[in-house]
T-cell receptor
Framework: DTAVSQTPKYLVTQMGNDKSIKCEQN?????MYWYKQDSKKFLKIMFS???????INETVPNRFSPKSPDKAHLNLHINSLELGDSAVYFC????????????????FGDGTRLSIL | AQKVTQAQTEISVVEKEDVTLDCVYE???????LFWYKQPPSGELVFLIR??????QNEISGRYSWNFQKSTSSFNFTITASQVVDSAVYFC???????????FGSGTKLNVKP
């Protein structure tokens, strides 16, 4: 069973369009994240949600709007896509507190490769 | 501020050589966690190890070993007898105690040639 699944795996679209990436985790974790990995492989956190509440927003443009309908889902909606949005987007989840986690605190999805034409 | 530095952008070795990937971190927290992840060419992020700030014991797992030294704020990763399958980008990461935020280094690309 996949722990953190995100769809789609690949997304090719034109500049100016609006698109969404879905993420679901079946681990019962309290915290979920979105990361962006650019072409130079630099991995940077975008958002962090705990129990459906936004706790970290790393100065991401307003065009990016995360939505957490429940603890197991954190979807990412992007409006008016720009060329610079081309990247791999990773969803992840973890337990709330360090004391309660096992050795692997953060589980990643396989990534969504977004390409803007 | 929290920061993770992986000064080695890319390393190339020949199979069976030992290689060490450096990681230096910066934090004001007394409780924090350090991690290494592997990203093979297929793109997924593979968890390798987690270390707690209060546990400086070094760890060995097969051909992998990790050297955590708080005195130098380093958490280096050594692969002994490297293999072609070790070729990947390796990330060092740091998190706050509550895991609200993870900080990743810029990654070190390891090329192991046959």
């Amino acid at each position: 069973d996949t722990a953190v699944s995100q769809t789609p795996k690949y997304l090719v679209t034109q500049m100016g369009n609006d698109k969404s990436i879905k993420c679901e985790q079946n681990l019962g974790h309290d915290t979920m994240y979105w990361y962006k990995q650019d072409s130079k492989k630099f991995l940077k956190i975008m958002f962090s949600y705990n129990n459906k509440e936004l706790i970290i927003n790393e100065t991401v443009p307003n065009r990016f709007s995360p939505k957490s309908p429940d603890k197991a889902h954190l979807n990412l909606h992007i409006n008016s896509l720009e060329l610079g949005d081309s990247a791999v987007y990773f969803c992840a989840s973890s337990q709330e507190t360090g004391a309660s986690v096992g050795n692997q605190p953060q589980h990643f999805g396989d990534g969504t490769r977004l390409s803007i034409l | 501020a929290q920061k993770v530095t992986q000064a080695q952008t890319e390393i190339s070795v020949v199979e069976k050589e030992d290689v060490t990937l450096d990681c230096v971190y910066e934090t004001r927290d007394t409780t924090y966690y350090l991690f290494w992840y592997k990203q093979p060419p297929s793109g997924e992020l593979v968890f390798l190890i987690r270390r707690n700030s209060f546990d400086e014991q070094n760890e060995i797992s097969g051909r992998y070993s990790w050297n955590f030294q708080k005195s130098t704020s380093s958490f280096n990763f050594t692969i002994t007898a490297s293999q072609v399958v070790d070729s990947a980008v390796y990330f060092c990461a740091l998190s706050e105690a509550n895991f609200n935020k993870f900080y990743f280094g810029s990654g070190t690309k390891l090329n192991v040639k046959p």
